[in-house]
């Protein structure tokens, strides 16, 4: 089984370009899904939720989105995501229809997760979004919390953007979160969505359990996907490029506790 979804790049309607379609048709992930779109300006895309709630994030261009009986008008706040600004992110509950009207060339990535339980329509704007800057020596990354699991907003679905950059670790020390352990640690599968500045670099990202039954290491280029069905998932980033992930969470419960790998927590540690 592999764990790299390379892009992909199919026209499924004028101007609207699938690059990531990811989900349980084609993966072993039961709590996540995920699409990346890329549109034209002035084209559009809609989509009638089943029983799964969506976060659409607008990584890049400006959208105008509607959900449900709602409608935000030319959200987005970057033409790259390596512009490092907050974007604006909308929630959409279980079963509801949405349509996607790109105002210029655009980016937007829908994340899923299944459930029947509604939570109301809501634009998540950029700057409400909590911003960390983690790690020292060469795991320097910065995160940007979209849907973290302090904001009530959903059932199920967890979103933050990591950047990672040129020669640092991110997603580092290793950790997992694939053992449902209250309150020690949560059972949450994840999906990363990876960009490459420039664009024709690349990380390595290793996903392992402890057991190593599962082990693979990859190299990873932009707008691929790596999907964490469960184990310990670091990043590296080589020298001259900068790394952006988005990831998705999601599991049982919607809280992000997570287990560091023992033999390298003396990472955190360092003086
Ligand atoms: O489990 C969460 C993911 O691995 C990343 O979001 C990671 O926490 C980002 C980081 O701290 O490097």
Excluded at 139 to 152: E, G, W
Excluded at 203 to 229: C, G, K
Excluded at 244 to 252: C, D, E, Q, R, V
């Amino acid at each position: 089984m592999s764990l790299l979804y390379p892009k992909q790049n199919q026209e499924i309607q004028p101007g609207v370009h699938l690059i990531q379609d990811v989900n349980a048709t084609n993966s072993p992930m039961k709590y996540t899904a995920v699409k990346v779109l890329e549109l034209d300006a002035q084209r559009s895309f809609a989509e009638t939720l089943g029983n799964f709630e969506a976060g659409i994030v607008i990584l890049a261009g400006k959208v105008t989105v509607t959900a449900g009986d709602q409608r935000f008008e030319g959200i987005g706040q970057r033409q790259s995501v390596f512009d490092k600004i907050p974007t604006d992110s909308v929630y959409v509950g279980t079963g509801l229809s949405f349509k996607l009207a790109a105002q210029t060339t655009a980016k937007v990535l829908i994340a899923y997760s299944p459930t029947t339980t509604s939570f109301p329509v809501r634009l998540i704007k950029g700057d409400i979004h909590q911003i960390e800057h983690r790690g020292r020596y060469q795991n320097k990354r910065l995160v940007q919390n979209i849907l973290p699991d302090d904001l009530p907003f959903a059932d199920k679905l967890l979103l933050v953007e990591v950047y990672t950059d040129s020669g640092n670790w991110s997603s580092y020390p290793p950790h997992r979160h694939d053992h449902d352990n209250l309150p020690t640690e949560s059972l949450l599968e994840e999906i990363y969505y990876h960009e490459m500045q420039p664009k024709q670099g690349f990380v390595f990202q290793r996903v392992y359990t402890d057991d190593l039954s599962l082990n693979e290491t990859m190299a990873v280029q932009n707008q691929d996907v790596v999907i964490v069905p469960k184990g310990y998932h670091p990043v590296g980033v080589p020298d001259g490029y900068d790394s952006y992930y988005l990831n998705i969470m999601a599991g049982p419960i919607r809280v992000w506790h997570f287990h560091n790998a023992p033999e390298h927590a003396w990472i955190i540690d360092r003086k």
